[in-house]
């Protein structure tokens, strides 16, 4: 855990919280501007991500999209509002707040690219097994977690999601390719048009490569503690917040997370539903999934009443 007293001792200081409880402390001095936040910048990073995650709700709201969608950025906004609460009181249970909403997130892009046959219903033994697959593990995660309170090990299961999810889409955008359905024996894959599947890659790909950056940020944050508080001292508030390696994380990977996040959502309604039925919009300046027959969700919902 970073020391940062020994570099700006009158700077650092006692929240009302009490004593940190959580396994991790970040680059950032502790209760600097106020008793109730023990990070300023690494807390109020997170409404970043609250936002993006917000539209992203709405917009797959608004056309009608199904519900696991909506669940997905609900997901990811609890994240936001978890690592909120975590930085703010450095509690261990606030840090659970936020970690293991990440795992469980993680967990449910997988279960939405595994459960990529036709249509969104919930009654298939496929889905249905993907599901109890899906409680399972989390519970497992959240219990071992608990008794188990090593940050590494969070870490390695949250990579290792991250890159089976990455490998998944992969496998998908390559089975759903024009000359490989043609030559497939099963009566699914559906193809994938060219420009579809290179628009989907690149949302993910972008995604990944924000989250990469990310990573690196925040590791060099760690590395070079000392010295970037330095800086900071010498450079005064508020213009040091930008030199807040955690906080950049969490606007990255929130930024990393949307964009993974489409190309999850349209690589799976092409394969669940028809790749003609759906086409990229942007509101905001940001990505997101709309029909190309508005209405056609309401005759779709006639006959689809679990999503």
């Known amino acids: 855990m970073l020391n940062l007293t020994t570099v700006a001792p009158l700077l650092q200081k006692t929240g009302v919280y009490g004593p940190v409880t959580a396994t991790l402390d970040w680059c950032e ?37 199904p519900k696991r969608y909506g669940l997905g950025y609900a997901g990811v906004a609890l994240v936001g509002i978890g690592s909120f609460f975590f930085h ?6 606030a840090q659970l707040a936020d970690e293991l909403p ?24 496929r889905t249905k097994f993907l599901i109890a697959l899906l409680v399972l593990f989390n519970t497992l995660f959240t219990w071992s977690y608990i008794i188990n309170r090593n940050p590494i090990y969070h870490q390695l299961v949250f ?28 009566p699914n894959p559906k193809p994938i048009p060219a420009k579809t599947r290179t628009t989907i890659a690149n949302f993910f790909s972008t995604g990944a490569g924000l989250f990469a950056l990310g990573f690196f940020i925040w590791n060099m944050d760690n590395v070079f503690c000392h010295t970037l508080t330095r800086w900071k001292v010498s450079l005064g508030w508020p213009a ?44 905001y300046g940001l990505p997101h999934l709309r029909r190309t027959h508005p209405h056609a969700h309401a005759n779709a919902h006639a006959h689809i009443k679990v999503q």
């Open 102 to 125: 990440m795992i469980y997130v993680g967990s449910m892009s997988l279960f939405l690219l595994f459960d990529n046959k036709p249509g969104f219903g919930l009654r298939s033994t």
């Open 159 to 186: 990579a290792a999601l991250v890159i089976s999810t990455a490998l998944r889409i992969t496998h998908i955008l390559q089975t759903h390719s024009t000359s490989s359905a043609s030559s497939s024996s099963s």
């Open 240 to 283: 040091a917040f930008l030199l807040e390696g955690h906080s950049w994380w969490h606007v990255l990977t929130g930024a990393g997370s949307y964009y993974m996040f489409i190309g999850i959502q349209y690589v799976t309604l092409c394969t669940k539903d028809d790749p003609k039925n759906y086409t990229v919009g942007y509101r």
């Open 29 to 65: 001095l502790n209760h600097q501007f106020s008793p109730y936040v023990a990070e300023m910048a690494n807390t109020f990073s997170n409404l970043f991500t609250v936002a993006l995650a917000l539209c992203g709700y709405l917009e797959a709201t608004r056309e009608g999209l």
């Open 88 to 93: 703010a009181t450095l509690l261990f249970t």
